[in-house]
Structure formats: structure tokens, C-alpha cells
């Protein structure tokens, strides 16, 4: 059983990861209509990983007794002027949900919910995956500068993106 600290927790967890899903969905949006085929790609399949985080939670709360709240999304409020300031963006927006399941799982510990702690140890791991995902592109971003040639081959490279980060899971 959820206490009802955890459940307040989670459950905005759970909107956390819904505001995520849409902002990469903007970003995808955005860049799709840019003729980035290869970024909007990238940021569309991460706004469907968002959404996969968010029904993870969903059915785990629900599978512990608690009931998950889905709440209305909140339309994301992005610099859409360059793709440089997009992947910022995307930086500073890991940077924020990674705090947010920090606080999380800071939560579990003080209600002594080890069950749901374990649970959000795939979390943890998946948020430090993104943040060296989005440092890694942002380096990119930075070596491209202005080049209109690597700008090309960066955007094609992002239709097949491959984390380059170990991943123990």
C-alpha cells in the first residue's frame, strides 16, 4: 500500500513525465516543419519514451493500491528559434525531471517505501542515460557551430541516434 505522501508523489511524477512527452512532442513538431527530418525523428521517439515512463508509473501505482491521476498536460513553453536553443532546452528540461525523481525517491526513503524506491532505481539510471544523452547532442550541436555541411550530417545522423552510454540495464 502507497502512503498517501508517496501517492501525492508519484502522481505528479506521473504528470511530469505526460509535460515531458509533450514537450518533446514539440520539439518534433517544430522541427519537422524546419525540414529537420532527422531531429524531429530523434525528439518524436523520445516524446513516445516520455509517454512509456509515464504509463510505467501509471500501472504501478494502480498495481499498489493507489489510483493514478492523469491529468491535463500543460502546452510547453519553448524557445522554438534554433535548433542550438532547442537542445539546450532539452538539456535544462532533463535536468528538471531528473530533480523531480530525485525528490521522489527522497520521498520513498523518508516514508520507508523500499518497495516503490527499488521500483524508481530504473528511473534514476534512465535520468542519468538522458542527461549524458542530451550533453553528448549539445556537444555535437556546439562542434557544428554554423556549418551548414555538418548541420546536414548531424541531422541525418539523428534519425538512427544511438545512445553512446553504457547502459547496465
Avoid: C
Wanted: hydrophobic share 40%; glycine share 6%; no cysteine.
Amino acid at each position: 500500500m502507497l502512503s498517501a505522501k508517496v501517492l501525492d508523489a508519484l502522481n505528479k511524477q506521473i504528470q511530469m513525465e505526460g509535460d515531458s512527452s509533450q514537450v518533446y512532442l514539440a520539439m518534433a513538431s517544430w522541427a519537422e516543419v524546419q525540414g529537420y527530418e532527422g531531429i524531429s525523428t530523434f525528439m518524436y521517439n523520445q516524446s513516445d519514451e516520455e509517454r512509456m515512463h509515464m504509463l510505467k508509473l501509471i500501472k504501478y501505482v494502480n498495481q499498489r493500491g493507489g489510483q493514478a491521476k492523469v491529468s491535463a498536460t500543460v502546452e510547453p513553453a519553448l524557445d522554438l528559434t534554433h535548433y542550438k536553443t532547442l537542445f539546450k532546452q532539452l538539456l535544462e528540461h532533463e535536468i528538471k525531471v531528473s530533480e523531480s525523481i530525485n525528490n521522489l525517491v527522497g520521498i520513498t526513503l523518508d516514508e520507508r517505501d523500499f518497495a516503490t524506491h527499488n521500483f524508481l532505481q530504473w528511473y534514476v539510471a534512465e535520468q542519468i542515460e538522458e542527461e549524458a544523452n542530451a550533453r553528448y547532442i549539445l556537444d555535437k550541436v556546439n562542434l557544428i557551430g554554423d556549418d551548414k555541411g555538418g548541420l546536414y550530417l548531424f541531422d541525418n545522423e539523428m534519425k538512427n541516434f544511438v545512445s553512446p552510454i553504457p547502459q547496465d540495464k
